[in-house]
């Protein structure tokens, strides 16, 4: 009793020493469970209770930042909104029916921007209490469920192969789809890499962890894509290594001889390649890639691609192999999708199912609801105008991390910047711009965003603009 007594005193002490409010601890632990419940299979409504309150604890400190005027926040702030206002045009104006688009907003996209709320209103509050590393407690709100999701995830799926005494490729684990793991490890990644690579050259560290410990959840991290053969995931980790290293390079220049950044850059290159091949000995899809993207693309030749998913259908390649029928439909979507999109540059409506309305109105039939391709998808509900101001807002945000890790040194800027280009670049892959995928990436982005705004004192006198 007595020892419990002297830790209930201790504990007091600090959350007092600390001064953040009742209010900012239950906006912390909201926002922390939200990163490992967005990845759970029927958890809507709890992950829409866990949004509103937080959405509502955070705006009192969204607001009073935003009032202090940090240009970046700001602009970043009025583009998101005049994108939500075009969508309402779409829907008021452009679309066949008002009332469903208007309600596909509602649930598609009003939830996202109260993420993004929810994310600076948190940064705020952490930023205006006296914790001794607030940034860094931010960065562990995001590690810390997210990894305990991918630790979760990976004994569901040694489970499932330990029954089926086999290794079984694309297994979901306690998602429904295995794709969560690329989309998790691609939030993960970009923050692992940017602290090793800032402690390489000698700068701040961005977590309170050993460096073995990065590492080793690094790794954990691309064994786990390995596993469950995500290859969209490989690709964009792989990527993402690339442009670290590539944005790193002049400054390990300054410091390390020429001959260590060559050995440098030659290391990774070979750990690069040496995840390209285990996963291309472990997925024999990867065999006929090359083969199937011109047959894919030349969709005017046959309509198979559009029977969905139907392996038995699929065309051969010259070399007399079946191509694979995820990649051979997602590139002839993607076609397809393109023509679409110039035939409605102003948009159509805001709907989850365009593609395939627009697949039955054109052929009389369609087998899938969506191209696969977030830009194309996206484009055909809000048409070139709101794929400007959506792409602006992407920039502007990879844009202010690169400024603010060019200016300062400051790891959490490279991770930002990152995060959102490898962001874009997996959307020409996948259909991420909506659902859970695209709440979690902008609860995190707002954290990081936030955290760089009012973590520094120029940030506070508004003397930064635009990162500049």
Not at 221 to 238: D, P, S
Not at 440 to 458: A, I
């Amino acid at each position: 009793m007595n020892f419990l007594r002297q830790f209930w005193t201790a504990t007091s002490r600090t959350v007092q020493q600390i001064q953040l409010s009742f209010a900012g601890w239950v906006l912390l632990l909201l926002c922390a469970s939200l990163q490992f419940i967005f990845s759970l299979p029927h958890a809507i409504a709890l992950r829409k209770l866990f949004l509103l309150i937080a959405f509502l604890l955070a705006f009192k400190y969204f607001w009073e930042g935003l009032k202090k005027q940090p240009k970046p926040l700001l602009t970043a702030v009025l583009i998101f909104v005049a994108f939500q206002v075009w969508m309402l045009v779409i829907s008021g104006f452009i679309s066949s029916q008002p009332l469903a688009s208007f309600s596909e907003w509602k649930g598609q996209w009003l939830p996202p921007f109260m993420d993004f709320v929810a994310g600076i209103g948190l940064a705020r509050a952490l930023m205006l209490s006296r914790m001794k590393n607030p940034s860094a407690i931010i960065v562990l709100s995001i590690l810390i469920p997210v990894t305990a999701f991918l630790c979760a995830n990976a004994i569901a799926i040694i489970h499932g192969w330990i029954q089926a005494s086999a290794f079984l490729p694309s297994q979901p684990g306690i998602g429904d789809h295995k794709g969560i793991n690329g989309y998790l490890v691609a939030l993960l990644a970009p923050i692992l890499i940017a602290d090793l690579l800032s402690r390489f050259i000698k700068g701040n560290r961005l977590l309170p962890l050993p460096v073995w410990a990065i590492s080793g959840l690094l790794i954990f991290a691309i064994g786990t894509l390995i596993a469950t053969t995500n290859r969209n995931g490989i690709v964009i980790m792989i990527m993402t290594f690339m442009l670290c290293v590539m944005i790193m390079i002049p400054e390990i220049r300054k410091i390390y001889s020429a001959k260590r950044v060559i050995s440098f850059v030659v290391a990774t290159l070979v750990f690069v390649l040496a995840i390209a091949l285990v996963s291309y000995k472990i997925d024999p899809r990867w065999q006929t890639f090359a083969e199937t993207i011109p047959i894919a693309w030349d969709i005017d030749r046959d309509l198979l691609w559009l029977n969905g998913d139907d392996a038995s259908a699929a065309p051969l390649t010259p070399s007399g192999k079946q191509v694979d029928i995820s990649e051979y439909s997602r590139i002839a979507w993607a076609h397809e999708g393109w023509r679409m999109l110039k035939q409605h540059p102003w948009g159509i409506e805001i709907a989850r199912d365009t593609f395939r309305k627009l697949e039955l109105e054109k052929y009389g039939h369609a087998g899938m609801s969506h191209s696969h391709n977030s830009w194309i998808d996206l484009g055909l509900n809000v048409g070139i105008p709101g794929l400007i101001l959506w792409g602006s807002f992407l920039a502007l945000l990879a844009r202010f991390g690169w400024q603010t890790w060019r200016t300062h040194k400051e790891p959490l800027g490279l991770a930002l910047a990152v995060l959102v280009i490898m962001f874009a670049l997996r959307g020409l892959l996948d259909s991420i711009f909506r659902d859970h995928e695209l709440e979690q990436f902008l609860l995190v982005t707002s954290l990081l965003l936030g955290t760089l705004c009012f973590g520094r004192k120029d940030f506070h006198q508004g003397r930064i603009n635009n990162g500049s």
